[in-house]
């Protein structure tokens, strides 16, 4: 029976996999909850600035890349923004010297979304180069 089914054999490669990803990640140093910690000190502050004000670039690159201002393109840019940071965050995951943070994560969201705006009003302007 087995033998008709290969997709099973793919499926519990899959679920072992996902077994071994839940079971040895050290979650507990994930901040999950975003911006609780962010006012308990001037350097939360500072870095969650920091990692609004990194995206703001991508996501005017990602506007002006379109050549027109629609609304549709500050969306794409904010979750091109948002996938680029939780890859980011995913990857401090296995560093023992960063700390992954979902304010980290919505921050640098709202940071390409910013850019993406200031785009679209520098795009939608009647004097623009």
Request: net charge positive; aromatic share 14%.
């Amino acid at each position: 029976m087995l033998q008709r089914m290969p997709g099973w054999k793919i499926v519990l490669v899959a679920w072992i996999l996902i077994i071994i990803v839940l079971c040895t990640f050290p979650w507990a140093r994930v901040r999950w909850i975003p911006l609780v910690d962010m006012f308990r000190s001037y350097r939360l502050l500072r870095d969650a600035l920091a990692n609004c004000f990194l995206y703001v670039p991508l996501g005017f690159a990602y506007a002006r890349m379109q050549g027109t201002y629609h609304l549709k393109f500050v969306g794409e840019a904010a979750i091109v923004g948002f996938l680029l940071s939780v890859a980011c965050e995913f990857y401090q995951i296995f560093s023992p010297v960063r700390f992954p943070s979902m304010t980290d994560v919505v921050m640098n969201t709202i940071g390409a979304f910013a850019g993406a705006l200031i785009a679209g009003k520098s795009l939608a302007s009647p004097g623009r180069t």
